[in-house]
């Protein structure tokens, strides 16, 4: 599952801190938690999580990509 956005993209210095738990740029309005949960689930589940982000030029934005196993059996 891929979701992208066209926002304001998160910098090259953000992106190392992403899945550290209190990690937030919006100060008192942000827990820091919103990643970290996802991936602490995702990794419950042994799926990946990863992004991509440009913060200038026509390509701003972000796009987190969620890879989840299919268990056949
Ligand atoms: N789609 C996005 N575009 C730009 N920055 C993002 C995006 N998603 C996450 N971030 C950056 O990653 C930081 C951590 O995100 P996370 O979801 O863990 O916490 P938060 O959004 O700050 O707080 P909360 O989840 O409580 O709203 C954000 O503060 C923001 O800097
Ligand atoms: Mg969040």
Do not use: C
């Amino acid at each position: 599952m891929t979701i992208a956005d066209n926002g304001r993209g998160i910098s090259e210095a953000s992106r190392k801190h992403l899945s550290e738990p209190f990690f937030t740029t919006k100060g008192m309005i942000g827990t820091g938690l919103g990643l970290w949960v996802t991936k602490q689930i995702i990794e419950k589940h042994q799926g990946t999580i990863q992004v991509r982000s440009s913060i200038r030029g026509l390509r701003r934005g972000t796009t987190f990509s969620i890879i989840l196993p299919v268990d056949f059996r």
